[in-house]
């Protein structure tokens, strides 16, 4: 297994080089990277940047454990826009080749979100359309796309065995689930999420999650790893049990008021603990 | 093919456990005749287990699934006793875990779900399943034939359609097709 982090945890106001420089002295194999949500990775960015961003990361010693991005939640695959859910399907598509220019095998995707507006069967059904053209498209770049469960957020696919029909009904071996551990708390227990998916998870997104706090007011209800309810010894146990040696990646909110780069040694810390299986 | 003799009790642990086994022997390529399946044992009679017991000495294989999951006390030293004088096991006098895995050995290196676990055994002797660090299942060769105990059901597994527990069920019925590899002992388990 590798442990990687994504580059929306750099301290504010520090360069993508400086953040690099600190996961890599943290221990971390590699970095997450987000499109659309830092300066330096944008829609906007060029080919030629993008190659640039490889080479820093190659130089310090880095590799890219996957392409996520930040736009899903305004330009989704589900919208009933066709110009939105073009976009939407442009910026997979720049992910898929950037994932590509990256030397990297799998992307991150929130496929759907249901919403007073916008029903339920509605966001399915074009979901898996959309999904089954996108899913060619991976298959040309030979780069996974992973549906990253949102459940909560998503209003969508709220059961794993509902989330495995519906990649039964995308049927492509390249389009899977990136599975998030801290994204289960309110509609069951990720270690069986880990195992009803086994072989169609393309990566983990590792966080801990209060599974009794309230979601309404300002509280969040994710924490550091090891803090929160989520059960990590059945958790590492599921990921034994499915034979998952892919990327483990944490995906922290920045909740540190001083010392904002002691989050990513202290998530590496855990990380290597839960690697290790001393839980 | 000859359909393996699948000994169940009249009660839904040991029925359900029964047709997920027969399922799952329905898939397999070839199948011993010489195997019995005696699925969420909670009401084993003396006569029976003799029965067993000398058919695992002329040759056939046995494998004992404990439904003692749910029973009391009493039950579970009654049905232990009986199973410790017929097939020479050796179980620990309490008998309960609370993890929710169990970590094969043989005869492949496995997890898979566990059952409310409620028979552990005592001696590492052919052991060839951990939950939780106990003992579980073990293995044991019993004149030409032996027993194969399961102290955690497998059979709800085969029917969810765990995939672990499914290659652990297959392997089984391989291995007990094949002398030297019901043989083997398994190796040594790192912790």
């Known amino acids: 297994m590798k442990k990687a982090i994504g580059d929306n945890i750099f301290p504010p106001n520090t360069t993508f080089e400086q953040g690099l420089t600190l996961l890599k002295q943290g221990g971390y194999d590699g970095v997450e990277l987000w499109l659309g949500e830092r300066p330096w990775f944008q829609m906007k960015t060029s080919d030629g940047e993008v190659r640039e961003l490889a080479r820093k990361i190659r130089d310090v010693g880095l590799?890219?454990?996957?392409?996520?991005?930040?736009?899903?939640?305004?330009?989704?695959?589900?919208?009933?826009?066709?110009?939105?859910?073009?976009?939407?399907?442009?910026?997979?598509r720049r992910q898929l080749e950037t994932a590509q220019m990256f030397s990297c095998d799998a992307i991150l995707v929130v496929a759907g979100v249901v919403k007073e507006?916008?029903?339920?069967?509605?966001?399915?059904?074009?979901?898996?359309?959309?999904?089954?053209?996108?899913?060619?498209?991976?298959?040309?770049a030979r780069v996974k796309i992973g549906i990253e469960n949102c459940c909560a957020e998503q209003k969508f696919l709220l059961s794993p065995r509902e989330f495995?029909?519906?990649?039964?009904?995308?049927?492509?071996?390249?389009?899977?689930?990136?599975?998030?551990?801290?994204?289960?708390?309110?509609?069951?227990?990720?270690?069986?999420?880990?195992?009803?998916?086994?072989?169609?998870?393309?990566?983990?997104?590792?966080k801990d999650v209060h599974k009794h706090r309230g979601r309404c007011g300002e509280e969040s209800v994710y924490t550091n790893i090891f803090l929160g309810d989520n059960n990590w010894r059945a958790i590492r146990?599921?990921?034994?049990?499915?034979?998952y040696d892919g990327w483990v990646i944490a995906e922290m909110e920045a909740r540190y008021k001083y010392a904002a780069d002691q989050q990513i040694f202290d998530t590496a810390a855990?990380?290597?603990?839960?690697?290790?299986?001393?839980? | 093919m000859p359909t393996p003799r699948i000994l169940t009790e009249p009660h839904l642990l040991s029925e359900e456990s029964g047709v997920h086994f027969q399922q799952m022997l329905s898939g397999c390529q070839a199948v011993p005749h010489d195997l019995l399946i005696v699925p969420g044992i909670r009401e084993m009679s003396a006569e029976r287990a003799e029965r067993l017991r000398s058919r695992t000495v002329g040759g056939a294989w046995v494998i004992l699934e404990s439904g003692l999951c749910f029973?009391?006390?009493?039950?579970?030293?009654?049905?232990?006793?009986?199973?410790?004088?017929?097939?020479?096991?050796?179980?620990?006098?309490?008998?309960?875990?609370?993890?929710?895995?169990?970590?094969?050995?043989?005869?492949?290196?496995?997890?898979?779900?566990g059952f409310d676990v409620g028979t552990l055994l005592e001696s590492a002797e052919g052991v060839i399943a951990w939950s939780g660090g106990k003992p579980v299942c073990c293995r044991r060769r019993l004149g030409r034939g032996g027993v194969i105990f399961l102290g955690s059901m497998l059979g709800p597994g085969l029917g969810a359609g765990e995939r672990e527990a499914e290659l652990v069920g297959r392997e089984l019925i391989e291995v007990i097709r094949d002398p030297v590899r019901s043989?083997?002992?398994?190796?040594?388990?790192?912790r």
């Open chain 1, 63 to 92: 590799q890219v454990s996957d392409i996520a991005n930040a736009l899903d939640w305004e330009e989704n695959i589900c919208a009933r826009d066709p110009a939105v859910r073009e976009a939407a399907m442009r910026h997979i």
């Open chain 1, 117 to 140: 507006d916008l029903p339920y069967n509605e966001v399915y059904n074009r979901c898996r359309d959309v999904l089954q053209k996108l899913g060619e498209d991976a298959a040309r």
């Open chain 1, 164 to 206: 495995s029909t519906f990649l039964d009904e995308v049927n492509s071996e390249w389009v899977g689930i990136h599975l998030d551990v801290g994204n289960i708390h309110e509609t069951g227990f990720a270690e069986q999420w880990i195992e009803i998916h086994g072989p169609r998870i393309t990566r983990m997104h590792m």
């Open chain 1, 237 to 243: 146990q599921a990921m034994t049990k499915v034979n």
């Open chain 1, 270 to 279: 855990a990380l290597d603990r839960l690697m290790a299986g001393r839980l």
């Open chain 2, 71 to 113: 029973a009391g006390e009493g039950k579970r030293r009654e049905q232990t006793g009986l199973w410790e004088k017929a097939f020479g096991l050796r179980f620990a006098r309490s008998g309960r875990v609370s993890e929710l895995f169990v970590e094969y050995a043989w005869p492949v290196r496995q997890i898979v779900r």
């Open chain 2, 183 to 190: 043989l083997t002992l398994p190796a040594p388990i790192r």
